[in-house]
Nanobody
Framework: VQLQACGGGLVQPGYSLRLSCVAS????????MAWYRQTPGKQRELVAA???????NYADSVKGRFTISRDNAKNTVYLQMNSLKPEDTAVYYC?????????WGQGTLVTVSS
C-alpha cells in the first residue's frame, strides 16, 4: 500500500487547512486510516483515526477543531483543520493499517504562524 498525502502549507492562526491522503495498491476494505503529527525532538503523536467500521477518535488537543473523514470508494482520508493554532505546527503523516501491516505516507508540513 502506498500513501500520498497533500494539503499542507503556511496559514495564519485561526485559519483552516484540509489535508488529503490517498491509499493505492492492495487496499483492503477493513482498515484504519489515521493522521499523526511530529515536531522536532518529540515523538510522533496520533491526531485522529477513522476505522472502516465507523469508529473515530481524536487527540484531546484537537477535539472540536479537527474533523477526520474518509471516502472509502476513493481510498482517501481527509483531515479538516479549523481554528489552527501555532502549536498545531508539525509534519503531518498519513497512516494506514490493515491486517498486521502498517503503512506511512511521506509527511506534509503544516505551519501556523502570523
Amino acid at each position: 500500500v502506498q500513501l500520498q498525502a497533500c494539503g499542507g502549507g503556511l496559514v495564519q492562526p485561526g485559519y483552516s487547512l484540509r489535508l488529503s491522503c490517498v491509499a493505492s495498491g492492495r487496499v483492503f476494505s477493513v482498515n484504519v486510516m489515521a493522521w499523526y503529527r511530529q515536531t522536532p525532538g518529540k515523538q510522533r503523536e496520533l491526531v485522529a483515526a477513522s476505522a472502516s467500521g465507523g469508529s473515530i477518535n481524536y487527540a484531546d488537543s484537537v477535539k472540536g477543531r479537527f474533523t477526520i473523514s474518509r471516502d472509502n470508494a476513493k481510498n482517501t482520508v481527509y483531515l479538516q483543520m479549523n481554528s489552527l493554532k501555532p502549536e498545531d505546527t508539525a509534519v503531518y503523516y498519513c497512516n494506514h493499517r490493515q491486517l498486521d501491516s502498517t503503512y506511512w505516507g511521506q509527511g506534509t508540513l503544516v505551519t501556523v504562524s502570523s
